[in-house]
């Protein structure tokens, strides 16, 4: 089938674009997404011996280039985007939860899709391989799925966050929060356990959604958004110079400390000064977005986002296997070749993630049935909706935690799907339900 069959052309998807649409938001969006799924692929080292399966990381590897996450960790701008466009749908006496379900609906969509794609696929795996290779590779398949999990939650914040009506009551919140994340930290520190510090995958990610909320409502001057950036910046290098804080902003296995998880302050002041960066620069962005080619790749890619996501860990794994089964691994970093292999194996996942792209994106626009009917709460059962999609949110957080093996991950799995489905009852409101009583159960 020819591609101009599934993805409109250039000229179809400039007619269809409101003049109103920020652009320079979704070019922050698809551009962090190539880095996070090409910056995988870097990271990841693999080989096949007569142990098994042996797997790496670059940077525990390579320690010295850690300093390059402070420029190649760019999920403040997945939450940046989503704050705003979450600001740029929100009309003034909607209803909150009907309004938090219907962005998780299509959000939600490709990942129902993909968990049960893995929870097949494991099924088997544990049939053929044994338990154990289901074990490892279900605390793997889901773990990117964190994202998904914080984003709901955060998102929920936004109706709040709209309310505020300067650039100083944003600078408040956002002080506010690094405030929070510094004292979360010292309970860490304190008790001693990761798990001490879990509010700031709230309080962190929360504040490149405020900064996407004003940037929206145009409440950010550029020339303050440069100087606040410098300022987060130079307290983020201090930090990290001064030893507080590991100087990674992504996992490395090697970590004592891990930034990501749950989030420090070295990441929340990261989160600050690049989601101010993006401000300072949405507008040239903008304009280089009005370009009918550029806008068409950034359109099509944007379209079929969470499909690039979710399956680009996939897409890496049979890029590696491809290559080892002809004899080219990338994992002993002092090996001849070494960098050459890596980047053959860049350019074989993207021809491998394009496939993947065209094959599955369309689900992402595909409803689902039940799931993507309409919705008409108000009141009691619209805020039940709202908070049993929280719910959901954070049950995939503990499912991207556990992975989909032993009882903790499964049940989180099933917690997800529970919430989920609560959620889109209560969405349905009592219009839908009256005139659903009214079909036959036979058309219904």
Known sequence: MPLTKLFPDSRTVAASTPATRDRAVDVARLAALMVVMFGHCALLLATIDSGGLRIGNLLGAVPALTPITWVVQVMPLFFLAGGAAGAYGWQPGTSWGTWLFIRAQRLCRPVFWYLAAWSVGLFVVRLTLGP????????????????????IVVLAFVPALTRLNSGRAAVVVVVALLIAASAIDRIRVAVGTPQAGVANFLVVWLIPVAIGVAYAR?????SAALVF????????????????YEVSLVVTGEEVMSNVSPPTLLLALHCTWMSLVFVAA???IRRWAGGQRVWHVVAVGNSGAMTLYLWHIPAIAVATLSLHAVGLDAFDVTAPGFWGVLALRAVVFALVMAIAFVVLSPLEHQPLPWWDGPVHATGVASTIAGASMCLAGIAVLLMAKNGLSGEAGWTSLACFVAAAAVARTAARGPAERESASRIPDSVA
């Open 132 to 151: 154990e290779s289901a074990a490892g590779m279900g605390r793997e398949c889901v773990a990117l799925l964190w994202f998904l999990g914080v984003y």
């Open 282 to 284: 949405a507008e040239p």
């Open 229 to 244: 950036a410098a300022i987060a910046f130079s307290i983020q290098l201090v930090l990290a110079l001064a030893g507080i």
């Open 218 to 222: 145009r409440l950010i001057v550029t």
